[in-house]
């Protein structure tokens, strides 16, 4: 279940989707991402930990990744949904990821790190 701080952050990107898939439709690869990509070898496993309307998973995706997006707002999993009907796609809160240790080879998280208190991003390092 998720937290009051997290549900109400929810309910704004719940209410804003459409502006905030525009603003990113709008936007190019971020730098970060393209150096992120240099440190983990094609084909590795992947998370896009708070992946919005699936923009990045999807990039991900298209140079040979396994890649999972995990998102806590269902209407812009919808959106990324729409990218591609392919792409494997979570619902859940980071802060209490249905995910087993040691899964994925990288995190991408770009984004979504402004809504982890201090203490999640440990038990998140801690589990891949």
């Known amino acids: 279940m998720a937290s009051r701080a997290a549900s109400t952050t929810i309910e ?11 603003h990113w439709r709008r936007g190019r690869r971020p730098p970060l991402l393209q150096a992120c990509l240099a440190l983990v070898p094609k084909g590795a496993r992947m998370l896009d930990l708070g992946c919005g309307p699936g923009q990045d998973v999807h990039a991900l995706e298209r140079r040979g ?4 997006g995990l998102d806590l707002s269902k209407v812009l999993l919808r959106h990324a949904r729409g ?9 859940a809160d980071m802060g209490a990821l249905p ?3 040691h899964v994925f080879d990288g995190v991408w998280a770009a984004a979504s790190l402004i809504h982890l208190t201090n203490v999640v991003p440990h038990l998140i390092l801690d589990s891949f």
């Open 12 to 22: 704004s990107y719940e209410r804003e989707a459409n502006e905030y898939v525009r």
């Open 65 to 68: 990744y396994a890649v999972l």
């Open 83 to 91: 990218r591609s009907r392919r792409m494997p796609l979570v619902q």
């Open 99 to 101: 995910i087993r240790r």
